[in-house]
């Protein structure tokens, strides 16, 4: 037990380091697995190579593969087989094959031992070990054909027969899922263990023999006791105890049986059905524990309630995002332990007769729980040995405890109070009516503050309202100063904007050349005074031919023309204002001695123009053409207008261009790139 916690320490502190010193994987750098590690099983996790495409060479071993890419799915730049999120950003394609190499070796110990690649994904992929294919898990092909699948019950088994480099590569395509241009994977996953094929078929009889009959011996055992007390309940329903203990036990008898349905998932399209069920399943489980114990023990029902309304919106959320639904209700399970161990003890306290019979069975098992996870913390911590203490039969003493300590609680309550129920049914009425009339009472009561506060309101409420027409007023005179007048009445009238799609619109990048140098001499407030200038005027320039501003970024001025009104002369406008600004620059040079050069890119094409995000929202534009536009401005030069090829086609019968020929582009390749001069005189 000990070596296996001080592996699992070691694998962790290699996952740390190679996180932070990104670790690559190459034909001239293999890893290196021992036989031990094998044993164990031992996670892929290097950065491998990877690329998006698809070639039956791809799997030989011979194939040249030092162009691609290593994997580097994540933000955080962390090399990973398992990366959560990778959303490509360019040549996405629905449908698109992904393949990764991973090089090898094994030591001597392993040579000619059966073997082989534990493999969980989202998807389908074909699996080559030194180019020849071992494995399928789904099936690659047309939307009819293709089958996506986790993992396979029982993955191939084969043989190294040397210790030479070894060339892993794995034909991939992922779950999908997107509109139009952009392509979402969802996630790109993949998990590699290599491992010995004998400890494997061992793991995986044990889990038949132990996990399953567990799991389904709990499973029948709660659902017959979750039956019995609901016929309880309809049988009596003031005892509405039975309910929730009903449920409890209903929801831990789904719980495990998702659990076995879980471990045996092959369809990762099934996975948001089991997962939802499971979250029923453990909120149902959190729901009747509190109903159950505050019906018991609790003074009021307030707090029920509650805690029931907390438990509906959790599960409410769930519908909009699974995730922070899960860490809520992590947070909700562990307040209802909480609050259990409270009432429990507090009526214990009070020599209550119930809590003695019901809440000793249920803090019997709690604090079996709570001594479990002590055990499990001080074994991680190597204080204490978990094998030498609990043995082999420690998980039959749990089960027993599980089984035994609510049954046998509940019924001895059921019995102690059917025997008192007769006894306490006068009282019970007394106490009714004497709380009726004081509920009454509190009614009356609320009736009147009610009232007085609504006449209060009332008078708050109409000096309110001419302060808020006049405040109405001035909002949207600055959303009109914001967002483009068609957008900003979308939004008065909706209360949301939609992104649109415009075909023919030009994009203009104005940027200052040596920026950070002429800040640093200039000083940071005479940088922001000349900055201010500069782009009031650009402002003007642009409100002159009809372009629509879209933000300033740094020193980079970024405009349109084509939207959200179309304009049939868009590039020809752009132009225009792209040569009044590079003659406001001219003109402001003869009077100032410090004002910074400036280069300017122009490309035409589509993009997407819409509101981001819902806080401080801004106005911005995406796409291909903006992308390129900015790599328009990126290669101009000092005074220059640098515009695309689509701009020049059709600006070239109005403006005089240079042509600059095909200039290698990052990300773009070679583009065709002109100088605009002048609007030809005979215009």
């Known amino acids: 037990m000990k070596k296996n916690l001080l592996f699992k320490f070691l694998f962790f502190a ?40 698809d070639n039956p060479a791809f799997a030989s071993v011979q194939f040249d593969d030092s162009s691609w890419e290593n994997v580097n799915f994540n933000s955080r730049k962390v090399y990973s087989w398992n990366p959560t999120n990778y959303n490509l950003k360019k040549d996405v394609k629905k449908d698109q094959i992904y393949w990764v190499r991973y090089y090898f070796k094994i030591d001597s110990a392993s040579v000619n031992q059966s073997l082989c690649f534990k493999i969980q ?64 994977l969802v996630p790109f996953a993949i998990g590699v263990e290599l491992a010995s094929a004998n400890e494997f078929i061992r793991d995986k009889i044990e889990e038949v023999q132990y996990f399953n009959f567990y799991t389904m011996l709990i499973c029948g055992i709660f659902g017959a006791l979750g039956f019995i007390h609901l016929l309880l309940f309809i049988f009596y329903r003031k ?17 495990s049986y998702m659990i076995l349905l879980l471990s045996e998932i092959k369809n990762p399209l ?49 519908y909009f995002s699974a995730a922070s639904a899960a860490s809520f209700a992590f947070f909700y399970l562990c307040f209802v332990a909480f609050e259990s161990f409270y009432l429990i003890i507090r009526a214990m306290i009070r020599r209550e007769k119930s809590a003695f019979i019901v809440g000793g069975g249920v803090l019997v098992f709690f604090l079996f729980i709570v001594m479990v996870i002590i055990f499990m913390f001080l ?30 609680s509940i019924s001895a309550y059921l019995a102690w109070q059917f025997a008192s129920t007769n006894l306490s049914l006068v009282k019970q009425l007394d106490e009714v009516n004497r709380l009726s009339d004081i509920n009454i009472k509190q009614e009356q009561e609320k009736q009147q503050i009610l009232q007085d506060q609504n006449d209060l309101l009332e008078k708050q409420v109409d000096e309110r309202t001419f302060e808020l027409q006049k405040e109405k007023q001035k909002t949207e005179n600055l ?93 020809y406008k752009t132009v225009l204002v792209a040569l009044d600004i590079i003659d406001f620059i001219e003109e402001r040079k003869k009077t100032h001695s410090d004002v910074l050069d400036i ?43 640098n515009i695309s090829e689509s701009t020049y086609q059709l600006v070239k019968d109005k403006i005089v261009c240079e042509y600059r020929g095909k200039i290698h582009t990052k990300g773009k390749g070679d583009m065709d790139m002109y100088f605009a001069l002048e609007t030809k005189k005979d215009l």
């Not at 105890?241 to 449920?247: H, I």
């Not at 991680?380 to 035994?404: A, C, H, P, R, S």
């Open 14 to 53: 290699f996952i740390v380091l190679q996180t932070f010193s990104f670790a690559q994987n190459s034909r001239e750098k293999p890893r290196v697995f021992t036989n031990k590690e094998i044993k164990a099983g031992a996670s892929i996790d290097e950065a491998s190579k990877f690329f998006a495409g």
């Open 121 to 184: 994904q989202l998807g389908a992929s074909e699996v080559y070990l030194n180019g020849k294919k071992i494995e399928s898990i789904g099936k690659i092909g047309d939307e009819k054909s293709r089958e996506f699948r986790i993992k396979n019950r029982i993955p191939e088994l084969f043989t190294l027969d040397n210790t030479k480099v070894n060339v892993l590569a794995i034909r991939f395509l992922p779950i999908a899922a997107g509109k139009k241009k952009t392509i979402t």
């Open 239 to 255: 005892a509405i105890y039975n309910l929730y203990f009903s449920t409890y036990n209903f929801s831990i008898s789904l719980m």
């Open 270 to 318: 099934d996975i948001d059905s089991y997962t939802f069920f499971a979250f029923l399943s453990v909120m149902a489980f959190g729901t009747s524990l509190t109903g159950f114990v505050n019906t018991l023990f609790g003074r009021t029902k307030k707090r029920l309630k509650v805690m029931l309304i907390i438990s509906a919106c959790i599960f409410i959320l769930y």
């Open 379 to 408: 074994n991680k911590l190597n204080t204490i040995d978990m094998g030498e203490i609990m043995g082999d039969d420690f998980m039959g003493y749990v089960m027993i405890f599980i089984f035994i300590s609510f049954p046998i």
């Open 479 to 571: 959303l009109l100063n914001i967002l483009p007048h068609e957008v900003a009445e979308e939004l008065k009238e909706n209360g949301s904007s939609e992104a649109k799609y415009y075909d023919e619109v030009s994009v203009l990048f104005t940027d200052f050349v040596n920026f950070t140098q002429s800040s640093e001499k200039m000083g940071a407030e005479k940088m922001l005074v000349e900055l201010n200038e500069c782009f009031t005027a650009f402002d003007l320039i642009m409100e002159k031919h009809g372009l629509e501003k879209i933000k300033t970024i740094g020193d980079a001025y970024l405009a349109v023309c084509g939207l959200p009104m179309k304009n049939e002369c868009h590039a």
């Open 599 to 641: 280069r300017i890119g122009i490309n035409s094409g589509s993009l997407i123009a819409g509101i981001v995000g819902v806080k401080k929202f801004a106005y911005d534009i995406w796409g291909d053409t903006v992308n390129t536009a900015a790599r328009m401005e990126q290669n101009s030069q000092k005074g220059k207008i």
